[in-house]
Nanobody, 129 residues
């Protein structure tokens, strides 16, 4: 049974830093792309950062230079280091895993395909100005 469990969310001041972690269990091997998404009430889930099966990190423009995604070799821990946080980064951050090609480059994800991949429940990040 696959499980993705996020942790590390907190309330911080603008300009601060946080590191999120996602513990992955079950049959998620090196053939899976891993990623972080975020969601705010009333808005669609949006991609933030991903690391594909080649180990290449990808980012959306709004977080480039501020966020760093990494994973361990066993695909058991996915992290997201977030620096220079802004109020607009406030969201529920959700970990995802998928073997589909749609998740190879997070910057190209415009719409999440229905019913694909594995998802965590999220960890809340709140950035105050």
């Amino acid at each position: 049974q696959v499980q993705l469990v996020e942790s590390g969310g907190d309330s911080v001041q603008a300009g601060g830093s946080l590191t999120l972690s996602c513990e992955i269990s079950g049959n998620i091997d090196g053939t899976y792309n891993l990623a972080w998404f975020r969601q705010t009430p009333g808005k669609e889930r949006e991609g933030v950062a991903g690391v594909n099966t080649d180990g290449t990190p990808t980012y959306v423009d709004s977080v480039k230079g501020r966020f760093t995604i990494s994973k361990d070799k066993a695909n058991r821990v996915l992290q997201l280091k977030m620096n220079s946080l802004k109020p607009e980064d406030t969201a529920l951050y959700i970990c995802a895993a998928s073997s589909g090609t749609w998740l190879r480059d997070i910057s190209l994800v415009k719409k999440i395909p229905g019913g694909v991949g594995f998802w965590g429940r999220g960890t809340q990040v709140t950035v105050s100005s």
